[in-house]
């Protein structure tokens, strides 16, 4: 049988994952799963976010599915680097070897009005930001902290350039073939490589698809002001991080924004929110990027694109009947997934 390791991490990680797997087990009953604590949950039972064993067993698996981690902002700024949730979420994605990571944002036909954006605007909407993830600041040497200064480095070779292109002008081809590579190459060295090796895999291997190439902070401001104008964004790590956060604006909440974390081997599915501890166990929290994100692991793990799509028109309906709390309902994490289920028998 498939095997789907579960780490439903901390805050409302686990009421999200909870509503995923509900959904899962209807429309996929085929698949078997096996659950680790990770993040803060981790170091209580384990002494560290991510154990050695739950890695060996997401690298086992055919797939992962991930909820969120970490405490209330600040909680952990006086513990060592190392025992932080967020560096079990690092260690997590280079040991899966995930250098992909995709972040649809898209405003559905009849749900203008969830957007903070007029209508005109949001109407439309389908972007898809390709993150690099496993190189730039987040992963560079040195790096160091001390009393008097601090120090990332921002680094990338060809190899980590030429592999997250390539899954970027790949996705553009199945959509309208338009990619936009993000960077800042008129200060930065690093972004002007990036750039250099982004064309070079354009034109030597998809010549076919649109490449533009945008600085960071103008992509920020396009990006609200005239959204439609993109189709996938290609940028770096850190890039990436802000812009996708910024690009669940357009939808309405940070809560309708799926992930997927992809490379050569396992995939990892998480929704892109935090562990909103504030509202843990108050049964509010909105799970629909937790069940995108599951869908997408029917996608791209599966390969079951028909159930993966069943999934997405429910969550859509769902949104329709019994929008949640962040979009302006009323609708609790319960009667949020319950709707979902009703919209697939």
Not at 213 to 235: F, G, N, Q, W
Not at 264 to 286: C, F, K, R
Request: proline share 6%; glycine share 8%.
């Amino acid at each position: 049988m498939p095997k789907v390791v579960v780490l439903p991490g901390d805050g409302v990680g686990p009421e999200v994952i909870s509503s995923a797997l509900e959904i899962l087990k209807l429309v996929a009953p085929d698949l078997e799963y096996q659950e680790f604590a990770f993040g803060l949950a981790g170091i209580e039972k384990y002494g560290v976010p991510l154990a050695d064993d739950v890695l060996e067993a997401a690298q086992k698996s055919d797939a992962v599915l991930m909820g969120s981690v970490g405490g209330l902002p600040g909680s952990t700024e006086n513990v060592p680097r190392e025992m932080r949730p967020e560096s079990g979420l690092l260690k997590l994605r280079k040991g899966l070897g995930v250098y992909a990571n995709l972040r649809p944002s898209s405003v559905y036909e009849g749900l203008e009005h969830l957007s903070p954006l007029k209508p005109e605007i949001a109407k439309g909407v389908d972007v898809l930001i390709l993150r690099e993830l496993l190189g730039g600041a987040y992963f560079g040497e040195p790096r160091s902290i001390s009393s008097e200064e601090g120090y990332n480095t921002i680094r990338y070779n060809v190899n980590e350039v030429a592999r997250a292109a390539r899954w970027a002008f790949e996705a553009a081809r199945t959509r309208k073939n338009r990619v936009c590579s993000v960077d800042k190459a008129n200060v930065m060295e690093v972004s002007e490589f990036w750039r250099r090796e982004v064309q070079k895999v354009h034109d030597l291997e998809f010549p076919d698809v649109e490449l533009t190439h945008e600085y960071a902070d103008s992509c920020a401001m396009l990006l609200v002001k005239d959204p439609k104008r993109y189709d996938v964004i290609l940028t770096e790590n850190l890039f990436g991080d802000f812009l996708s956060d910024l690009a669940s604006v357009l939808p309405g909440s940070l809560g309708l924004l799926p992930s997927a974390s992809l490379g050569d081997g396992t995939g990892l599915y998480e929704p892109i929110h935090g562990s909103a501890p504030d509202i843990a166990g108050m049964g509010v929290v909105n799970p629909a990027a937790t069940i995108l994100s599951a869908a997408m692991m029917l996608r791209y793990s599966f390969k079951r694109p028909e159930v993966a799509a069943r999934v997405e028109s429910a969550v859509k309906a769902a949104l329709f009947s019994n929008p949640t709390r962040d979009l302006g309902g009323s609708a609790g994490t319960r009667e949020f997934t319950d709707a979902v289920l009703k919209a697939l028998i």
